[in-house]
């Protein structure tokens, strides 16, 4: 079973800063998921990759399937981008394994 | 294209009593998930539906069960309820025939168990 860890689990920012938060896996992956949670539990997929790099807006994700890890980074962070970031990968066809989640807030 | 929908968002019941919870995919998806949300265990998958069949369970006792529709609606049902059932129960949707393609998650349904 694939193992995922996040890390920051909590993270403060001031408004303006380069953010980044990480993930590892322990097994190889067919996709992997970066997730936003806001207070109120409803979840947005932000990004799906398997390989490379995507970006949409202030928000880049990366990885590198070799060294089993990828990399949320949000650009110019925002109060409003305060939520819980949750990284969650498919081995094969199997369900998603979930990380605990990075806690993030922004701070004006 | 309307989003997925979970009935009812909130549900207060008592230990003991059965809930059955539903979720409706954005049209044209067939596959269903079923994920529970605690603070302590964080996100937990329960079971995938693609067309009307379960082809994916998690690791949840038999008292979790699921079903999913002709027309890709799904519930699931919790019977003999326990205290450490309270929980976030999300539902997600896809469009393809693989476990791995993008979810699109609904608002969730928070289950209290008094």
């Known amino acids: 079973k694939n193992e995922v860890e996040q890390s920051p689990q909590n993270l403060t920012a001031q408004e303006g800063e380069f953010i980044t938060i990480n993930c590892s896996y322990s097994?190889?992956?067919?996709?992997l998921h970066w997730l936003q949670q806001h207070p109120g539990g409803g979840i947005v997929s932000l990004f799906m990759?398997?390989?490379g790099k995507k970006k949409h807006g202030r928000l880049i994700a990366t990885i590198n399937i070799q060294e089993k890890h990828s990399s949320l980074h949000i650009t110019a962070s925002h109060p409003r981008d305060s939520a819980v970031y949750i990284c969650a990968v498919h081995s094969g066809n199997t369900p998603l394994v979930f990380g605990k989640g990075t806690r993030l807030s922004v701070i004006a | 294209k309307a989003g997925v929908t979970q009935t009812p968002r909130y549900l207060i019941k008592t230990r003991g009593q059965q809930v059955t919870l539903s979720c409706s995919p954005i049209s044209g998806h067939r596959s269903v998930s079923w994920y529970q949300q605690t603070p302590g265990q964080g996100l937990q998958f329960l079971f995938e539906y693609f067309s009307e069949t379960q082809r994916n369970k998690g690791n949840f006792p038999g008292r979790f069960s699921g079903r999913q529709f002709s027309n890709s609606r799904s519930e699931m049902n919790v019977s003999t309820l326990e205290l450490g059932d309270s929980a976030l129960y999300l539902c997600?949707?896809?469009?393809?025939?693989?476990?791995?393609?993008?979810?699109?998650f609904g608002p969730g349904t928070r289950l209290t168990v008094l």
């Open positions: 097994v190889g992956i067919s996709a």
């Open positions: 997600a949707s896809s469009s393809g025939a693989l476990s791995y393609n993008e979810q699109f």
């Open positions: 990759l398997s390989s």
